[in-house]
């Protein structure tokens, strides 16, 4: 098993009405649910919309880092797979699609020396 | 007529030690007690003051405490200002305050002149 | 001037014991978010909920929804405490993994205090607190402390003891619940029926405890029926609880308590039946009683509960004494002695014998039972029979002997007043 990131991008919930809301949450429940119990959920959060971008060896910070919020990272989670390609499907799975989303995936590299 | 405040001050601890149902017929007890006061045309105004996030401040404002929770030491837990004729009168009016029901005690206080 | 106490929300819109209640429901729902093991935290978040409730109600300043209220800040709580210790703890809890991420934390925990949520964490502590692993004792003291919302004083002045035994067994109980890993969930299967029993046992242990203390105050004493019949109404609005033994019970409480009032003077004393003015009988409590009663009557189950209440059906809805339908009392008590055969139920099923057939007959089946010497009521009820017999001697030795056998100071001047009316019974004979 290895550890991957998920980063979301869009996945905008302020369109939603109280109701769709929550039953939006539900199923977040349910499927992080289904996750603890195969041993394959990690971690995560969702992030805020405030940010700070520090860049450069001169360390310059701008607000930031991108106007557009279709592609701002809205949160992240971190999660067990064989491969590359399960862990695919396992995203495929995720409810943040009901919100229009873009998600990268990412192995965690192991900085083994 | 002259105005007098009252201080109630209990210990941290008594209220700790209540059961929901006490804290129920204490609540009871203050809102019986003020209305009386106030069909009697004695009560001018007054609160219960918070015991989260309390801050004591000293030495032009230099040193920042929480506070004032100290185990031993009474809290002010409330104050309120009526009308009486004279202090014997207001010490009079004092002695059915139920902050006596969870061992504290009322400081009478008038302004000075 | 601004006066806050004109306020439209005053303390007596408070539903009564609705602080105690809430208790019962929050330490619950929030037992089921933390673990068992963390009973603790729920408890100390619950305390803190009503203490903030103090400090921001004021002096009649109560929320247009005080329930709502209390659920608010106690969910507030319960996510702080949540993030707090996020990346440091692990909970025994069905839901612990949907705490442990802000996608799912605040959605889970509100969906804990949803109505059918609450009804099932309820259930769950009910079951729990009931545990046949622990102490009876233990069980009666969990059961206040938990879903009644009691304090140790209260409880220790509920239960005749002392603060800190309560303490200890409540230590204990919950020491134990840890050591087992018990899981805080609704028994199923073939173990759901013995379990259901042990609560009816509890529930009706804290009832007995309200309805036959003759030591503790009236206030207490009402508010543990009251408790009673609480805990068994939850129990048959739940799928698992809804069968005719809780019925059963229910309506056998209802009977009880409808004679409440009449039952004890304003000194504490217990007036016998047979002296009890009928008028003060509570008539809406009977009716509650005899429509439980029919409706535990659906299946084929026959409990203790099924005939207790018939038994106080029966004398409740005689007009006197006299009118008592006996020959029906004393058959469920032939019923009852073969389920049950306790001490109290021969005792009492002589004393319906003696009104079918005199003092005589009554006296001859006392007299078998051998294991009852040690028993006050054993010797109060021989000497009664005496008494009708006119063997006042007798009766006078069976008084002196029950003296000997209780500590309870108002049955002591009980009996100390019917070793009185002997004398003045002597006299003019």
Redesign the interface.
């Known amino acids: 098993m290895k550890d991957y990131l998920l980063l979301f991008r869009g996945g905008e919930m302020q369109g939603l009405s109280e109701e769709e809301r929550?039953k939006h949450?539900?199923k977040?429940?349910q499927w992080?649910?289904s996750l603890?119990?195969e041993g394959k959920?990690a971690?995560?959060?969702?992030l805020g919309v405030e940010a700070r971008v520090i860049s450069g060896k001169k360390m310059a910070v701008t607000d930031g880092p991108y106007a557009e919020s279709k592609e701002m990272v809205g949160?992240y989670?971190i999660i067990k797979a064989a491969d590359l390609n399960s862990a695919t499907e396992i995203t495929k799975e995720c409810p943040i699609y009901e919100v229009d989303d873009v998600t990268e995936i990412r192995e965690i590299h192991h900085m083994d020396f | 007529m002259k105005d007098f405040i009252f201080l109630f001050r209990s210990h941290e601890r008594e209220l700790q030690k209540l059961s929901p149902d006490e804290m129920q017929s204490l609540l009871g007890k203050w809102s019986t007690w003020i209305k009386k006061l106030n069909d009697a045309g004695k009560y001018k105004f007054g609160d219960r003051l918070s015991r989260e996030d309390a801050k004591v401040v000293s030495d032009f404002g230099r040193v920042v405490t929480d506070g004032p929770f100290i185990e031993s030491k009474e809290i002010v837990g409330g104050y309120i200002i009526i009308q009486a004729e004279s202090m014997d009168e207001a010490v009079e009016i004092s002695k059915q305050c139920p902050v006596y029901n969870i061992k504290g005690m009322v400081e009478v206080r008038t302004g000075a002149n | 001037m601004i006066l806050n106490v004109t306020k439209k929300d005053s303390y007596e819109n408070l539903a009564s014991h609705l602080f105690r209640n809430e208790a019962g429901k929050m330490v619950s729902v929030l037992t089921r978010i933390f673990g068992l093991p963390r009973i603790e935290i729920a408890e100390d978040i619950v305390q803190d909920t009503f203490l903030k409730a103090l400090d921001e109600w004021g002096f009649n300043n109560i929320p247009q929804n005080p329930q709502a209220w209390l659920y608010k800040v106690a969910k507030n709580k319960t996510i702080d405490y949540l993030r707090h210790w996020k990346h440091v703890q692990d909970y025994e809890s069905d839901i612990s993994h949907l705490l442990k991420s802000e996608w799912t934390l605040s959605a889970s925990v509100n969906n804990m205090f949803l109505d059918n949520e609450i009804q099932d964490s309820q259930l769950r502590m009910i079951f729990t607190s009931c545990h046949p692993l622990l102490p009876q004792e233990s069980q009666i003291a969990l059961t206040l402390k938990t879903l009644c919302g009691f304090s140790i004083k209260e409880i220790s002045r509920a239960l005749l003891t002392t603060g800190a035994n309560v303490n200890k067994r409540l230590f204990r109980a919950k020491q134990k619940l840890r050591d087992e890993h018990l899981k805080f969930e609704i028994p199923m299967g073939d173990e759901l029926a013995k379990r259901l029993d042990s609560v009816y046992r509890v529930i009706y242990l804290i009832f007995n405890e309200g309805y036959s203390s003759t030591e503790s105050e009236k206030i207490i004493r009402k508010d543990l029926c009251a408790e009673a019949l609480r805990l068994c109404q939850l129990l048959s609005e739940h799928k698992i609880g809804d069968n005719p033994k809780t019925y059963a019970l229910f309506s056998l409480m209802c009977f009880h308590s409808s004679r409440f009032n009449a039952r004890i003077d304003d000194k504490g004393y217990v007036i016998l039946l047979k002296e009890q003015d009928r008028k003060l009988w509570n008539k809406a409590l009977i009716a509650k009683g005899f429509e439980y009663l029919s409706k535990s009557s659906y299946g084929n189950e026959l409990s203790e509960y099924h005939l207790e209440a018939g038994i106080a059906s029966y004398h409740l809805s005689a007009k006197s004494l006299d009118k008592t339908n006996w020959n029906s009392i004393l058959k469920l008590y032939e019923i009852l002695e073969k389920i049950n055969p306790s001490p109290v139920t021969i005792l009492n099923k002589a004393i319906v014998v003696s009104q079918i057939s005199g003092p005589q007959a009554a006296l001859e089946e006392v007299l078998k039972i051998k294991t009852l010497e040690k028993y006050y009521l054993y010797h109060t009820t021989l000497a009664e029979l005496y008494k009708d017999l006119d063997q006042i001697q007798k009766a006078k030795t069976h008084l002196e002997e029950a003296l000997k056998l209780t500590n309870s100071a108002a049955e002591i001047s009980l009996i100390k007043k019917r070793i009185e009316e002997l004398k003045f019974n002597r006299r003019f004979l």
């Not at chain 1, 971690?43 to 969702?46: M, T």
Request: no cysteine; proline share 6%; aromatic share 12%.
């Open positions: 929550n949450l539900a977040w429940g992080i649910g603890s119990k959920f971690g995560g959060d969702p949160g989670l």
